[in-house]
Structure formats: structure tokens, C-alpha cells
């Protein structure tokens, strides 16, 4: 069965057109231990699937070593469906000593973009937004073979409460395929004691709310083969992806994007060598849509809700009580102000609110001034009318008298 009938070009029309209205935008952030091939991760996708990235927006050079919040931006194309891709690389953690709350960075990146976006819901202009809201967290485990560590456990619980949360396997060329089996199924397991929650694709497909008009039978094969796509996708999770930009021949006369090992090459798009087609197809075709969705209405709208309840008077009581420490209760302080990313965004949010307030104050001076032109105009008009009539007065007066 082949996976190509499957991308964004052929969804349904009405879920197309929610695509094409809807999201404009969609931002994909890796995090994990520094040194499991996050950034090449990123230089691998944009090298096999994403193109026209802006050469302004790439300002670490690969494989340089991530020390702050990186943004790459590019563009989706698929047929004539475009989207815009934004790329967020974090820095490591795992270098401290004191690893206790490494996840804070990025959890209190996930916050500010979603209170951005909130303010600028508020705002009177709102048809423009910058929207780095994170639809998809990719969190890279360590191919230890063993197992997860707390401090895995912790983040993807703090993750997951905020955002769509998909696992991957790092590097997972250094298993053998045994190994990275009994791997997989011991990361499944923990996931699902610790009830972290992660993003896996629905399995439940409504006819009715896609298309009304399509044949019914036609309709049922379709959603059969999305059903048996996302079967394989869940059990391929958490997916294993191997990062690489180098290419090889492949014994065949083809280039291939691959790492290069004594006994062969392991091709980074081969399904028999690992699942970064998967994962590929799951973030940019098959259920992009779904991932933008979600973050909307579930994570976005919880982090509102709890902002609003929070900021309703009762604050002390609130925070403190219901315990749930993972959830974002209180205002998150701007903490990431420092960081020149966040500050650019920022900047040019205000350069937007500025511009627009001038061109409005522009253009009421413009209408203030035509006003006055046309009274002016008027003002004249009318002491011309009134030398007319006070001449003809004086013809009517003279004519009167001549009739005397
Ligand atoms: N074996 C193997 N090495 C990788 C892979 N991806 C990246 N690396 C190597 O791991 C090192 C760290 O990669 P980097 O992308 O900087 O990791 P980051 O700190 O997570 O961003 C580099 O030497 C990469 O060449 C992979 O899939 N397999
Ligand atoms: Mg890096």
C-alpha cells in the first residue's frame, strides 16, 4: 500500500480550504539533550523536503552548537498548497550539573507564544498576527537501549500538558534492529504508565463532517487506507530518525541522504533503515492539519481559559489551590525578553502596532485637511453667489427705479 494518496493536496476540499484559511502557519520545535543530532535533524528536513529557506534566517551554521532559541524559517510547497514552516532549535539541556528544571526554557516559550497570540487577539487589528505558537514538540530520546530518565519523564509531562508532544528515537543508527525493538515497546510502556500524553493520529474518521457530495463507497475506501496509515504510524511510534545532510551513492547510481558506516550506508529516506519518512509524513502531510487543530482548540484555548480564570480576582486562592503545578496558572513573567529571537518578534510586533496607529493618524490629518479645503471652497463659492445676488439686487433696484 502506498502512503502518496495521503498528503495535504488531497484532503477533502472543506478540510483543504480550512488549511489554505486557516493555517497559514506552522512551527515545528526539537528539544532535547545537546549532541543527539537535533540540529542536523533540522538541516536534514529542510535538505529533503523544505525549500526556499530564507538565508537571513539562518543564522547558526549547521552543526554549530545550539546556545539559544533558534528560528529557521521555509516554505511547505506541495501542488498549490503552501505553507509557511517555522523550525524552533533549543539548546541542550543535559549540559548543567543541575538538571532540575531544564524544561523551563521551553516550556516558557510555549507559554509566551500563546500569550502572545492572545494579546494580539485582543488587539483591534487582528486580521495580521505573528504566530509562533508551537503545533508540534519533537523530543529527542537517547538511544541508551535502556530506557527513559526522570528528567525525560518530567519534561514530556511539562511538554505535553501545553502542547502536542511526538517522541523520537535519536540516532538511532547505533542500535541494531533488535535493540531498537525491544527499545521502542519499553518506551511505550512508560509512556503509557506515566500517562504522558502524546500526539498519535485519530483513529476515528467522520464521514459526514468532510465531504457530503462524495460517493459513499469512494468516502469509506478513503478513510479505510487513512485508518490503515495511522495504524502504522502508532506502532512505528515512537518513531526512530537517523539526521544526516551528506549524500551517497547508493550502489545504484542514486545520490542518497545517508550516514556512512564500514559495512554500508544507512539511508536516512529508506523505511527499512528508519521511520523519518514517517515522521516526516506525519508532521508535513497527513496530519499537519490535525496538529495545527488541536493546538487551537486544545492547547491554546486550555492556556486562555486558565490565564482568564487566573486573572480573575481570586489569585492567590486559585494558584495555590488545585495543585496541578504542571499547568500555566499564573501570567508567565517575560522571561524570555532577553533573548534576541523573542525581542526581534516583539520589536516587530510594536513596529506594526506604531505604523498602523500613524498611517490611521495619517490618514484622519488627510481627512481633516479635506474638510477644511472644502470649506474653504464653499466659503468662496458663497461670497461669490453673494456678490451675484447683491449685483442683481442692484440691476433689480436700478431697473425699478428706471420704471418710475
Ligand atoms: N550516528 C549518528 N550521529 C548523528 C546523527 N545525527 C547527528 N549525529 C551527529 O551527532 C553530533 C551532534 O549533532 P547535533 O545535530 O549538533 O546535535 P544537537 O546538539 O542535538 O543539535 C554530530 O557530530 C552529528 O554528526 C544520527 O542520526 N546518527
Ligand atoms: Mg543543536
Not at 464653499?378 to 440691476?395: P, R, S
Request: contains cysteine; charged residues 30%; hydrophobic residues 30%.
Amino acid at each position: 500500500m502506498t502512503t502518496h494518496s495521503v498528503g495535504i493536496a488531497n484532503l477533502p476540499n472543506q478540510r483543504y480550504k480550512i488549511v489554505s484559511e486557516k493555517g497559514g502557519t506552522f512551527t515545528i520545535m526539537v528539544c532535547g539533550e545537546s549532541g543527539l543530532g537535533k540540529t542536523t535533524f533540522i538541516n536534514t528536513l529542510f535538505q529533503t523536503t523544505l525549500k526556499h529557506v530564507d538565508p537571513l534566517q539562518r543564522r547558526h551554521l549547521p552543526l554549530k552548537k545550539t546556545v539559544d532559541i533558534d528560528l529557521t524559517r521555509a516554505i511547505l510547497e506541495e501542488k498549490n498548497f503552501k505553507m509557511r514552516v517555522n523550525v524552533i532549535d533549543t539548546p541542550g539541556f543535559g549540559d548543567n550539573v543541575n538538571n532540575n528544571k531544564a524544561w523551563q526554557t521551553l516550556v516558557d516559550f510555549i507559554d509566551d507564544q500563546h500569550d502572545s497570540f492572545m494579546r494580539q487577539e485582543q488587539q483591534p487589528y487582528r486580521d495580521t498576527k505573528f504566530d509562533l505558537r508551537v503545533h508540534v514538540v519533537l523530543y529527542f530520546i537517547k538511544p541508551t537501549g535502556h530506557g527513559l530518565k526522570p528528567l525525560d519523564i518530567e519534561t514530556m509531562k511539562k511538554i505535553s500538558s501545553r502542547a502536542n508532544l511526538i517522541p523520537v528515537i535519536a540516532k538511532s543508527d547505533t542500535l541494531t534492529m533488535q535493540e531498537l525493538q525491544i527499545f521502542k515497546s519499553r518506551i511505550r510502556q512508560v509512556i503509557e504508565a506515566q500517562e504522558i500524553h502524546i500526539f498519535t493520529p485519530p483513529l476515528d474518521f467522520d464521514t459526514t463532517k468532510d465531504s457530503t457530495t462524495e460517493d459513499e463507497n469512494a468516502m469509506s475506501t478513503q478513510d479505510a487506507t487513512a485508518a490503515e496509515h495511522a495504524r502504522q504510524l502508532i506502532e512505528a511510534m515512537p518513531f526512530a530518525i537517523i539526521g544526516s545532510t551528506t549524500k551517497y551513492d547508493n550502489g545504484q547510481g542514486t545520490q542518497v541522504v545517508a550516514r556512512k558506516y564500514p559495512w554500508g550506508l544507512v539511508e536516512v529516506e529508506n523505511d527499512n533503515h528508519c521511520d523519518f519518512r514517517k515522521l516526516r509524513s506525519m508532521l508535513l502531510r497527513t496530519y499537519l492539519l490535525d496538529l495545527i487543530t488541536t493546538t487551537q482548540d486544545l492547547h491554546y484555548e486550555t492556556y486562555r481559559r486558565l490565564r482568564l480564570e487566573s486573572s480573575n480576582g481570586t489569585d492567590d486562592e486559585t494558584n495555590n489551590g488545585n495543585g496541578d503545578s504542571s499547568m500555566p496558572l499564573k501570567a508567565p513573567a517575560r522571561k524570555l525578553s532577553h533573548n534576541p529571537k523573542y525581542k526581534e518578534e516583539e520589536n516587530a510586533l510594536k513596529k506594526y502596532f506604531t505604523d498602523q496607529v500613524k498611517a490611521e493618524e495619517q490618514r484622519f490629518r488627510q481627512w481633516e485637511q479635506n474638510i477644511v479645503n472644502e470649506r474653504i471652497r464653499l466659503n468662496g463659492d458663497l461670497e461669490d453667489i453673494q456678490t451675484k445676488v447683491k449685483k442683481l439686487e442692484e440691476q433689480v433696484r436700478s431697473l425699478q427705479l428706471k420704471k418710475r
